[in-house]
């Protein structure tokens, strides 16, 4: 195992899904800003959010990537590495929709709940049901960028 490259591929393959998310963001396909959401989690301060989320984006991107790589290296041979990390990223991309948007407003201290709307404090608005609130294309759009991270990952194990 080459754990430079996973590493480097790794880093690309969360630079190139956040790419595909923020440029989405930017065709109007979507409202979704991962970055500014993990930001606001850790700073009220809206300008530094973006910053601060964009790192901690990129780590836990590089850090999902270590469990891709462990999935690939406990199937050895039996798939096409970059189809069963699409496959996986599909998987990681339900359970982000499903299950991860629904506690997100939970955990997050300056996001508002669909029970209890926006306030002083909480003033960003809740994914709601398959982060449908921030338009009908953020499903598509987060199962697509997830296939193309996980197929990325993928084709640099078995690089």
Known sequence: MNWLAHAVGAFGGTVAMTILISGSRGMGLTRMDIPFMLG??????????RWVGVVVNLVNGWLFAWIYFAAFALHRGIWSYPLFGAAIGLAHSLFVLTAGMSLLP?????????????????????PGFMALNYGA?????????????GAFLGWCFSA
């Open 137 to 149: 294309g953020t499903p598509i759009v987060t199962v697509l960028a997830h296939l193309a991270y």
């Open 106 to 126: 939970s955990l997050h201290p300056r996001m508002a709940t669909e029970q209890c709307g926006p306030g002083v404090k909480r003033l960003l608005e809740p």
């Open 40 to 49: 606001t989690m850790l700073t009220p301060d809206r300008d530094k959010a």
